[in-house]
């Protein structure tokens, strides 16, 4: 009797240190997840706690071309001439004219913020001189033609243009039928005179020459 009363006690107090040992259950709170600007394509990684990880990557093109890597190979000591600051939308299927843009409507020239020029050094566009400096570019889309603005508005979200603050507008030359850019790009390429900032997405082909003396 007694053997019995000792394992029901030991039982007893075996079922009461795990009861103490017991965590009690903890309610967690759920933040709201960060929501991507108007405008802005939907992140391909909305779990990321700091900031969504956006489907436009932001990219960025010197002239001299790869600018950064000839200064720290020390191949340069000058500086830079200028750069373009953009985000990258990419087709993911869609037709560019119909779908992405449309002809004679402004466009922001990227997605996100609004894409930047900046100018280091003086530079001529359309014979008229451009002062180092800030810039932002946005385009208009035509069938045979692009109309390129330079604009005074800075720091500001690409969807809505400011005319108002056109420092210059130039009227270029589009092609089609070019080998297909998935990814929204612009890089400068050298030019005789200057500089070409080429442009390309989907098929079309826009090139901005730069003067540069």
Same mark, same amino acid.
Request: net charge neutral; aromatic share 10%; glycine share 6%.
């Given at each position: =009797? #007694?053997?019995?009363?000792?394992?029901?006690?030991?039982?007893?107090?075996? /079922?009461?240190?795990?009861?103490? #040992?017991?965590?009690?259950?903890?309610?967690?709170?759920?933040?709201?997840?960060?929501?991507?600007?108007?405008?802005?394509?939907?992140?391909? @990684?909305?779990?990321?706690?700091?900031?969504?990880?956006?489907?436009?990557?932001?990219? =960025?093109?010197?002239?001299? $071309?790869?600018?950064?890597?000839?200064? =720290?190979?020390? &191949?340069?000591?000058?500086?830079?001439? =200028?750069?373009? %600051?953009?985000?990258?939308?990419?087709?993911?299927?869609?037709?560019?004219?119909?779908? $992405?843009?449309?002809?004679?409507?402004?466009?922001?020239?990227?997605?996100?913020?609004?894409?930047?020029?900046?100018? !280091?050094?003086?530079?001529?566009? #359309?014979?008229?001189?451009?002062?180092?400096?800030?810039?932002?570019?946005? &385009? %208009?889309?035509?069938?045979?033609?692009?109309?390129? /603005?330079? @604009?005074? #508005?800075?720091?500001?979200?690409?969807?809505?243009?400011?005319?108002?603050?056109?420092?210059?507008?130039?009227?270029?030359?589009?092609?089609?039928?070019?080998?297909?850019?998935?990814?929204?790009?612009?890089? !400068?390429?050298? /030019?005789?005179?200057? /500089?070409?900032?080429?442009?390309?997405?989907?098929?079309?082909?826009?090139?901005?020459? !730069?003067?540069?003396?």
């Amino acid at each position: =009797m #007694n053997c019995i009363k000792g394992r029901w006690y030991l039982l007893a107090g075996f /079922a009461l240190l795990v009861a103490c #040992n017991q965590k009690p259950e903890t309610k967690t709170t759920q933040t709201a997840p960060n929501v991507a600007p108007p405008g802005a394509l939907q992140p391909i @990684n909305a779990t990321n706690p700091y900031e969504p990880v956006d489907v436009s990557p932001l990219d =960025m093109s010197y002239y001299p $071309v790869h600018y950064p890597l000839q200064k =720290m190979s020390g &191949s340069t000591t000058e500086k830079p001439v =200028m750069r373009v %600051i953009y985000s990258r939308p990419h087709l993911q299927g869609r037709s560019l004219f119909g779908s $992405v843009l449309k002809y004679d409507q402004p466009w922001r020239m990227g997605a996100n913020e609004a894409t930047e020029l900046d100018v !280091f050094r003086p530079v001529y566009l #359309n014979n008229k001189k451009i002062e180092p400096g800030r810039y932002t570019l946005y &385009s %208009i889309p035509h069938e045979k033609s692009w109309t390129i /603005a330079l @604009n005074n #508005n800075l720091d500001t979200w690409g969807l809505r243009q400011d005319s108002t603050q056109d420092l210059l507008r130039v009227e270029v030359p589009s092609t089609s039928n070019n080998p297909m850019v998935e990814y929204f790009t612009m890089v !400068f390429r050298q /030019a005789d005179t200057g /500089a070409n900032l080429v442009i390309a997405w989907g098929e079309t082909l826009v090139t901005l020459p !730069f003067v540069i003396k």
